[in-house]
C-alpha cells in the first residue's frame, strides 16, 4: 500500500473515531473531478522517455492538472494545503527535471541506492539541483520505506484535513465565485449580490426590488 494510501485511511479511522460519517461525501460538490484520476494516472504510469514526449514534460503535465484541480476546489476543506503542497513539489521538479531523491534518505528509509533507468521522474540528488531542500529528503522508515518531500508532508495534511472535516460534516459548500470574463447568459442578468449562489439559495430569495430589476435586466 503507498503512504498516500495508508495515510487516507488512517485519516478515515480517525474520522469514524471521532464520530464522523462518510454520508456528507455523498452532497459534496467537486467541480473538475475528471483532472484528478487524469493527472494522478499521469503520475503513476511508467513513463520510459521519448524523443516527441519526454516523461519529464508528461509529468508537468500531470502536475499542471493537479493544480487546476486543487484551484478550483480551495473551499474545500485541506484544498489549499493540497494546492500548495504540489506547488512546492511542482517548484523543484521543473527546474530539475524531475524530482531529486537524496541517496542517504532512500538508504536510511530502507528503500535502497535510487537508480531509475529510462525515466525521468526522479534522479540521485546532484551537486547542481535547484532548490534541493525541497526534494525527497525526508525518509519515512519501513514499513513505508519512502523517501518524502515537504511538499509531499503539506500535501499529506491536506488530505487528512480534506477527509477529517468533510467527515465531521464541516465541510462549507464548495461554490465557485462567478466568473470574471464569458460569464453565462443567465449570470449576466443576476445582481451581483446573487452571483454564484448555489441554487437552492437563488429560488428561496425573492430577488431584486423592481428597480433593482430593471437595472440587472431581470425586469419583463
Known amino acids: 500500500m503507498s503512504l498516500i494510501a495508508a495515510i487516507a485511511v488512517v485519516a478515515v479511522v480517525a474520522g469514524l473515531l471521532a464520530g464522523g460519517s462518510l454520508r456528507p461525501f455523498e452532497h459534496l460538490r467537486v467541480h473538475w473531478w475528471a483532472l484528478a484520476p487524469i493527472g494522478l494516472a499521469l503520475q503513476g504510469a511508467p513513463l520510459p522517455e521519448h524523443p516527441e514526449l519526454p516523461a519529464g514534460a508528461v509529468l508537468l503535465i500531470s502536475y499542471g492538472l493537479l493544480l487546476a484541480f486543487a484551484a478550483v476546489n480551495l473551499r474545500l476543506p485541506g484544498a489549499v494545503l493540497v494546492f500548495a503542497g504540489l506547488a512546492l513539489n511542482l517548484a523543484v521538479i521543473a527546474p530539475n527535471g524531475g524530482m531529486p531523491v537524496d541517496p542517504a534518505a532512500a538508504r536510511a528509509a530502507g528503500a535502497g541506492t535510487v537508480t531509475i ?39 499529506y495534511c491536506g488530505v487528512i484535513t480534506f477527509l477529517i472535516t468533510t467527515m465531521l460534516g464541516r465541510a462549507r459548500e464548495n461554490v465557485r465565485p462567478p466568473a470574471r470574463w464569458f460569464q453565462m447568459y443567465r449570470g449576466k442578468h443576476l445582481s451581483p449580490a446573487r452571483r454564484g449562489l448555489p441554487r437552492r439559495l437563488r429560488e428561496a430569495d425573492p430577488g431584486p426590488t423592481p428597480a433593482a430589476a430593471a437595472r440587472w435586466g431581470t425586469a419583463r
Not at 124 to 150: C, E, K, M, N
Request: hydrophobic share 50%.
Open 117 to 155: 533507468e529510462g525515466t525521468a521522474k526522479h534522479h540521485a540528488l546532484r551537486s547542481d539541483d535547484v532548490l534541493p531542500f525541497l526534494a525527497d529528503v525526508i525518509a519515512v522508515p519501513q514499513p513505508a520505506g519512502v523517501v518524502a518531500s515537504f511538499g509531499d508532508v503539506v500535501l
